[in-house]
């Protein structure tokens, strides 16, 4: 703002008297030794022309290089932006359940062939249980229910047949082996042509005087089978995962015209092959540890200069949080997450609780102060927290984002045993430069060297220079301003020797940011000590940017543009009153 404002303005008005002096003083010939040269010029008020300055943008005034945490938008906006470090990701596993075998009984189906002479067909059933078994294994206590395991195990069952039966024209034209409901059975082969039909798989025309051999493939195991006539799979009372299984054979025995010399009763036995059973996928209701204590911290660096001053309060709007959770388990959760700001080692903390991570894929969540303004369809939660601009309150060192993660054990869920899976957390922080009520940004500046040419200038008696503008702002904020006279070495002069008031002290503020509000300024100059012009050098001025000021409605949800909007400074008049005296002894 100095290079339009002030070079325009307040330059001028100092350097008039002595640009009058040295005018009229160009004749080489003229002896100026042993001559009084003091001289004075002024009267009862001289005026330089009326003129105004250029649209001062602010993108003229808080100008940025692009290394700064705050940034400009490709439409003009000031926005506060930052980006969490990138952490490591959280890998949930749960591992590979195995249920082992605890007892197997062969029970034996018996079979009676009565002696005697058969003429024609006969044929009669023969059902029963002909095989037990039982395992069990320890559940993972990330495993709170079970709906249905995948497994990858193969059954293998021998089953024999008695002497009784090894007689001419009996036959076996249909057999079925029945498992228990809760078994999945996927591919079967047997010695004997068979199908599989639901947990059964059923033979045609098995021989009898030979070893029956059949191959099952147990795809699954159904914790909800509501049949559990032969047996059932379970979670007991200690946590372990309970097995209890018995195989059940029904066959259709026919004999064709032979004579039967012996006869007797004998059993069909069965013998079963099958390892440890690994449990490899599952549906049901997990609680696995998601070590997800980090989702990472933020170093604020390049604070622009508008944003450092003690009294500037970073007090936005709308200041946005935007939270990425890119979750590839199956398995719904929450964060609980604790935002902490440092600044010289004081923490300013907020809590953002029950943010809910889908399954599958990638959660958005964005954390607002207030919701006006976000698109919910871009994300999955929106979460408005009234306090959250406090975290910025004041810019601080730095940002950290710290959670406590958990599965929501309450939902059914698939999961791979034995895989571990990735929770990758991401996020950045985008905050309109937006005012509150309380928001006050800082701009300081000075503009100097003015010395060498006045220091031999002082103004008289009662005299003093006068400057009148009407000054245009379409900023939407209120803009107070105070200027201050300053030596060579810097330093303010004592507003006893030097003084510069400014009235009114503030500027208007534009209540939407589309409209101007215009504020007649009189800014007066006046030495109070004799001699005191001469150690003045220029001048330090502070201009704070707030959205209210005492009396006024607040002008609060209007994002500063750096094209938008701007000052103008219109009908300058300067004007001295009195007498500028220039020493040139």
């Known amino acids: 703002m100095k290079h339009y404002l002030l070079k325009k303005s307040f330059v001028p008005c100092i350097f008039m008297a002595g640009a009058i002096v040295f005018a009229g003083c160009t004749d080489n010939d003229f002896d100026f030794n042993g001559i009084d040269m003091t001289v004075g010029l002024g009267g009862d008020g001289l005026s330089l022309p009326v003129s105004s300055t250029d649209t001062i943008k602010l993108a003229d005034v808080l100008e940025l290089d692009g290394t700064e945490c705050v940034v400009v938008k490709p439409n003009g906006d000031y926005v506060f932006e930052q980006t969490g470090d990138d952490v490591e990701p959280a890998r949930p596993e749960i591992g590979v359940v195995t249920v082992s075998q605890n007892s197997v009984e062969s029970v034996g189906i018996p079979v009676t062939i009565t002696p005697g002479s058969v003429s024609g067909s006969v044929s009669f059933p023969v059902s029963g249980e002909v095989l037990k078994f039982t395992y069990s294994g ?82 699954g195991l159904n914790f909800k089978a509501t049949d559990t006539s032969l047996g059932s799979i379970r979670i007991d009372g200690n946590n372990n995962i309970v097995l209890d299984a018995t195989v059940k054979t029904d ?130 939660e929106v979460k408005v927290i009234g306090n959250l601009s406090d975290l910025i309150r004041t810019i601080p060192d730095r940002i950290e984002f710290s959670a406590e993660a958990m599965a929501d054990a309450t939902q059914t869920a698939n999961i791979e ?78 507003e006893n020797e030097i003084s510069v008031k400014v009235t009114p002290a503030t500027l208007q503020a534009s209540e939407d940011g589309e409209n101007s509000k215009v504020t007649p300024v009189n800014i007066e100059i006046r030495q109070g000590e004799k001699g005191a012009l001469k150690r003045l050098d220029g001048i330090a001025f502070r201009i704070e940017g707030g959205a209210s000021v005492d009396g006024s409605n607040p002008v609060v949800g209007k994002t500063l543009n750096s094209e938008k909007h701007f000052l103008i400074a219109r009908d300058i008049v300067v004007k001295l009153v009195g007498k500028v005296i220039g020493d040139f002894n």
């Open 138 to 219: 320890e559940k993972p206590e990330e495993v709170v229910s079970l709906d249905h395991v995948g497994v990858d195990a193969e059954m293998v069952l021998n089953i024999t047949f008695p002497d009784v039966m090894k007689i001419d024209g009996l036959s076996i034209g249909e057999m079925e082996i029945e498992l228990p409901a809760f078994m999945e059975i996927g591919n079967a082969s047997a010695s004997s042509p068979c199908t599989v039909q639901g947990s059964r798989l059923v033979l045609t025309n098995v021989p009898v005087d030979r070893v029956l051999n059949a191959r099952i493939a147990i795809e």
């Open 417 to 494: 045993l034995g895989h571990p899976y990735n929770i990758k957390p991401s996020y950045s922080i985008e905050a309109p430069i937006t005012f509150d009520e309380d928001a006050r940004i800082v701009y300081t500046d000075s503009i100097d060297g003015w010395n060498n040419d006045i220091n031999d200038l002082e103004l008289a008696d009662d005299s003093y220079i006068s400057l009148s503008t009407a000054i245009e702002n379409r900023v939407p904020a209120y803009l107070s301003v105070k200027v201050d006279p300053i030596d060579v070495d810097g330093n303010v002069i004592d």
């Open 251 to 380: 066959l259709k025995v026919t004999i064709n015209n032979t004579n039967i010399s012996g006869g007797g009763t004998g059993n069909i036995m069965a013998s079963l092959q099958l390892g440890d059973i690994e449990l490899n996928s599952a549906t049901g209701r997990f609680n696995p540890t998601i070590d997800l204590d980090n989702l990472g911290s933020v170093e604020v660096t390049g604070v622009p200069d508008f944003l450092t001053d003690g009294n500037v309060v970073v007090d936005l709007y709308n200041p946005q949080i935007l939270l990425s959770i890119d979750n590839d388990m199956d398995v719904h959760g929450f964060v609980d997450g604790t935002i902490t700001a440092v600044k010289d080692g004081m923490k300013t903390e907020i809590n953002v609780d029950d943010i809910k991570i889908k399954p599958n894929g990638v959660t958005k969540v964005c954390i607002c102060r207030r919701s006006e303004g976000i698109d919910a369809g871009q994300f999955d």
